[in-house]
């Protein structure tokens, strides 16, 4: 359980500074983009959304091989 509570510590951690990453770099132009031209908006949030999903993939799969490692 302990190791379930870290591993979310961290994914959360990651999610958060993700999000924060994109609003700073790419807050305005997604609004802009939003309102200007929403079908490129809906395909770039797209692309923003599998990117992330596939990034967190694997970081969190190199986390749990990491710490599996210690534990050995």
């Known amino acids: 359980m302990l190791q379930f509570s870290k591993e979310a510590a961290i994914y959360a951690a990651l999610v958060i500074g993700y ?3 994109i ?3 790419l807050g305005d132009w997604l609004a802009g983009l939003y ?3 929403r079908g ?3 395909a770039v949030a ?3 959304v599998l990117s992330q999903g596939v990034l967190l ?3 969190t799969v190199g986390l749990i ?3 599996k490692k ?3």
Do not use: G, P, S, V
Request: glycine share 0%; aromatic share 12%; net charge positive.
């Open 19 to 21: 999000l924060l990453l």
């Open 23 to 25: 609003l700073k770099y």
């Open 35 to 37: 309102k200007d031209h």
């Open 40 to 42: 490129w908006y809906a």
């Open 46 to 48: 797209l692309l923003l």
């Open 57 to 59: 993939e694997r970081l």
């Open 65 to 67: 091989r990491l710490t």
């Open 70 to 72: 210690r534990k050995r």
